[in-house]
């Protein structure tokens, strides 16, 4: 589990691509001082598992639906990642709660200065926005972002001069793909109602203003 708050960026040493699936290996500093071997960290928003640490690098192995799901099979020498150890006991939440696992792969459609911030608008799969709500969060490429706009075929999030600078949001352009994963709540909301069960759980959600 994982808030969507990026500690660092790091770099891609190398990529080494099998029949199974590949090993990435990542540069970083903080998140490597505290990492251990079975650790999940999120890169990109994936949550994958340290397989191996030496001089100041990472390495995890991804399988082939892994390569095939998010943009992390994309990856070449030296590109940014975005990178968040997973949640702790004593962790400030400020973000919101992350799985790290992608629901699917968007594609960067504008991305505008506005003043001091970027409004960046992304197309997805409808099935995405399906799950999306005006003021709602959303994980890009695993940032917790707030949703601007919701479009039947995307949305928008605008982002401060920080996250541009600390995050991979900050280097993409039109064209590139980005990790989507959903707020966690819209999934078994959606659930619930295309099966039409548990209409006292509807009922709360509602009374709530939920939904």
Known sequence: ?????????????????????????IKAEHVYNDAEIGDSIALNGTCLTVVEKKDNSMAFDMSDETLKSTNLGQLKKNDPVNLEP??????????????????G??????????????????????????LLVTKGSVAVDG????????????????????????????????????NIEVDILGKY????????KNEAFMQTLMKEGFI
């Open 1 to 25: 589990m994982f808030t969507g708050l990026i500690v660092e960026m790091g770099a891609v040493i190398s990529i080494t691509k099998s029949l199974e699936g590949a090993r990435l290996r």
């Open 105 to 130: 792969l968007g594609r960067i459609k504008s991305k505008d200065s506005v003043g001091d911030v970027y409004k960046i608008v992304v197309n997805n799969e409808e099935c995405i926005s399906d």
């Open 86 to 103: 997973s949640l702790r006991l004593q962790s400030k939440i400020g973000g919101h709660f992350v799985t790290g696992h992608i629901d």
């Open 143 to 178: 940032i917790s972002l707030t949703v601007v706009d919701v479009y039947k075929d995307g949305f928008s999030v605008v982002i401060i001069p920080h996250t541009a600078h600390v995050t991979t949001l900050g280097f993409k352009k039109p064209g590139d793909t980005v």
């Open 189 to 196: 909301v959606s659930k619930f109602l295309h099966k039409g």
